[in-house]
Structure formats: structure tokens, C-alpha cells
């Protein structure tokens, strides 16, 4: 296991595009850290320069404390995992495996103990002597891992390995990852634009936009204290619900409902009078029917999304639309005018210049 520590990176490329901005981060030994943000936002820059493959342009890269921005890849002793698995199609699963064991000149009887054990953790056993072509894309993708985790390296870097994978493969392989990172402790950092990943497999997550840090927190911290409009919206599923709006009097309109902001700004309602403001609601943070302490708002029914577990419910009020997670049992019909509140202390309110979170 390794710590690593990032301080002011940046990446700027000859042509001067300036993909990494003043990235700061601590990472403990054995922490399993993931990067996630749209595509472009400068994720995957990121762990390449800490695997070596990309050179830092300035800032400071530390492992366990010392200094490693002029050490190559081998030398800083990481393993990744791609996208696209990068196995060797001439090699049986075994020889993939063993491929990094063998470059090193390990012996053949030490190769062989190692291979099997780390097959056994990945549920390979039966499939060491079959070619890559012979297996299905999550199998392919734990060879991949396997051929990481085998050599006991303190920091393993996961590129967007599930990408290429159905939904249930996805599924499946976020849970043995988790139990694989459980079992050998490596410091780990894992790169995705899929926000489902990265909240069921971080200690903490770091939210990227356009080369840009916007948040570093645990899962719970980004979902439930998000800093500012684009993490909010990023983390979760559906996204939280935006209002932008005027404040006029200390309320903003909802379609024809009127929110009164008196209930979250209290004291600092005057600071925003005449400025617009985001008014933001997560789906599922709602509930049917007029209750106490909540935001009451009229709507009419789009549409139903039936999912199991709960229905998405697409609702308009005047020329505002919005997203409602409901138990499926109270499914309301399309075109229906329906009544829900939105508990005070469910509502998020940022600024709508900045973006930052006010409450």
C-alpha cells in the first residue's frame, strides 16, 4: 500500500489547452478513491500522470511522501486496468495472468502458485487454458484485473474498466471489484464518468468538470452536501430538480405555485431580493399529497416511468418541468393534476451567479 499526494497539478499540452487545473489531493494507504465527471473534464489526464504516462507540467507528485514526478511507470510500481482489457489474444488466460511475472523473471513454480490463487479470488480457475476469444466480456475484464493485482503493487489505477460492459456484467463486476480491493488493501483510483460506480465504490469521490476540481468527499458528503449546482445535479439519479427564478417579495414562482423563501433564507432573504436564485429538489425527497412544513405545489402528470421499485413521475407546473420518484403502488395517471410537498428541509437553494450552495 501506498499514499499519494497531488499538489497543484496541472496538465497544459504544446498546442497551450490547459486540461488539469491546480488539482489537490491526499489520498491514505489503502483508500479506494474515484474521479468521475463528464467526458473531457480531465479525469483520465489525471491518472495518467499519476501512472507515469503523462507527464506533469507542473506540480508537485508524491508517493509515500517522496517525490516521483520524474520516475517512469515500472518505477513507481502501479498497475492499471484499461478500458479496452489489452490482453494478448495468442495468450491463454494463465499466460495473461503471469504475463507481468514472467517479464520479471520470476520462477515458473512461483508464476503458477500466483496465478492460481489470484484465479481463485476471480472465480478463473476453470478458465486458465482458454484463449480471451473464449470468454465474455466481464470475464475478460477479470483477467485484466488479475493480471494487475498479481503483481502486489501499492496502487492500482482503474481506467473506465466496466465501460465496455452490459448492465448486469456492470453490476456484477462493481461488487467484485469492491471485494477484491477489500481483499488485497491496495491503494486504489478509479476512473469513471458513470456516477453509479463511483458511489458504490468510493471512500471518497473527486467530482471533475472542464480540468477543474468541484467537490472531494465521501459519497454521502457529495449527495447530501453538494457545494455547488453541477455536483448536485451530477450526483444522483435522476438528477436533483432545478429552479431558476427571481426573487420578487421574498418568493420565486413555480409554475403557478408560490414559494415563499422566508421558510430557508430567513434573515438573509433580503440579500437576494431581485436576484435570481436555483431553487433545487431532489426526486425522491417529496411526497404525495399536501403536507406540513413543505413546499405544497400543484402539477400535471407527463409522464410514468414504472421501474419496481419506485415510478418516475414527469411533471409540469406552467412552464417549469420536474422529476418525481414515487412508490410504484401510488402511480398517479398521465394527465392528472396532483398535489405534492417538498419538506423544507429537503430544498436547496444556490446562488444563480456563482452556482455555489447557499443552504
Known sequence: ???????NINKIYPNGYHAVHDFNLEIDKGEFIVFVGPSGCGKSTTLRM?????????????????????????EREVAMVFQSYALYPQMTVFDNIAFGLTLQGVDEDVIEEKVKK????????DYLDRLPRALSGGQRQRVAIGRAIIRKVGIFLMDEPLSNLDAKQRVTMRSEIAQIHRETGATTIYVTHDQTEAMTLADRIVVMKDGYVQQI??????????????VA????????????????????????????????LGD???????????????????????KD???QIKATVELTEMLGDNTNVYITAGEEKAILKVDPHDTPELDEVIDFSIPYENVYLFDSETEFRIL
Open 1 to 7: 500500500m501506498a499514499y499519494i499526494t497531488l499538489k
Open 50 to 74: 499519476i501512472a507515469g504516462l503523462e507527464d506533469i507540467s507542473n506540480g508537485d507528485f508524491l508517493i509515500d511522501g517522496k517525490r516521483a514526478n520524474e520516475l517512469g511507470p515500472r
Open 217 to 230: 468527499g465521501t459519497p454521502y458528503e457529495l449527495y447530501y452536501n453538494p457545494t455547488n449546482v453541477f
Open 268 to 290: 438573509r432573504l433580503a440579500d437576494y431580493e431581485g436576484k435570481e436564485i436555483v431553487f433545487g429538489f431532489r426526486p425522491e425527497s417529496i411526497e404525495l399529497g399536501k
Open 118 to 125: 489470484t484465479a481463485a479470488i476471480l472465480g478463473l480457475t
Open 233 to 264: 445535479g451530477f450526483i444522483g439519479e435522476p438528477p436533483m430538480n432545478f429552479i431558476r427564478e427571481t426573487v420578487k417579495d421574498g418568493k420565486i414562482p413555480f409554475g403557478e405555485n408560490v414559494i415563499d423563501l422566508s421558510h430557508k
Open 293 to 295: 412544513n413543505a413546499y
